[in-house]
């Protein structure tokens, strides 16, 4: 079965901190692909990042970095230096398509709220 | 490039009717996915088409259906609607239906049932 897990269901900062999101997945199959999605008030989720099960090399991009690490079946997402346009829900989402497909399996969702 | 689209973006309906959801995919993209988005629920996946057909389906009750056109655009249908059934209805397309493909996703339909 595929499960993905986003315990933090709000997050509270000050602007210029940064902030983790955590996710944990579940799947047998050992190719898979990971995802992480913003969803601002407007309700359209915004693609962040696509990983593959062998690479786990952390990524950076502006502000945003993710660490990946299938030892623990993480895939956590780092906002540094947050702003207050980063106030969104972020999801993260999995896609094993040995039997699926491109089925996305989606975490519940952090509330991420940027205070300035 | 515009964007996957989505008509209407606004709905309300009472129980009983039935509702068509339309989504219009990024061009040159052939796979289409439907999902439901509530409070207590999450994202849930309803289904996926390529080329005209359904590859994939998720839980959900057959009130709920769907079809692909020859031009790649979708439309979701969901009879005798329930209030259970309010939700942000979000479309999603990829280039093709191949493993792990990025999907990128529409602003949604938000459906109120009274």
């Known amino acids: 079965a595929q499960k993905v897990t986003q315990a933090q269901t709000e997050i509270s900062v000050v602007e210029k901190e940064d902030v983790t999101l955590d996710c944990v997945y579940e799947?047998?199959?050992?190719?898979?692909?990971l995802f992480w999605y913003k969803q601002p008030p407007s309700g359209e989720l915004v693609f962040l990042i696509r990983r593959n099960s062998f690479d786990e090399q952390n990524e950076i991009s502006g502000r945003y970095s993710w660490n990946f690490q299938k030892s623990t079946s993480s895939f956590n997402f780092t906002i540094t230096a947050s702003q207050v346009v980063d106030s969104a829900v972020y999801f993260c989402a999995l896609s094993a398509p040995l039997y699926n497909f491109n089925k996305f399996y989606f975490g519940s969702g952090t509330k991420l709220n940027v205070k300035p | 490039k515009a964007g996957v689209t989505q008509t209407p973006r606004y709905l309300i309906k009472t129980r009983g009717q039935q509702v068509t959801l339309s989504c219009s995919p990024i061009?040159?993209?052939?796979?289409v996915s439907w999902y439901q988005q509530t409070p207590g629920q999450g994202l849930q996946f309803l289904f996926e088409y390529f080329s005209e057909t359904q590859r994939n389906k998720g839980n959900f009750p057959g009130r709920f259906s769907g079809r692909q056109f020859s031009n790649s655009r979708s439309e979701m249908n969901v009879s005798t609607l329930e209030l259970g059934d309010s939700a942000l209805y979000l479309c999603?397309?990829?280039?093709?239906?191949?493993?792990?493909?990025?999907?990128?996703f529409g602003p949604g339909t938000r459906l109120l049932v009274l």
């Open positions: 999603a397309s990829s280039f093709l239906a191949g493993p792990g493909e990025t999907q990128y």
């Open positions: 061009s040159g993209h052939r796979s």
């Open positions: 799947t047998r199959d050992t190719t898979y692909y």
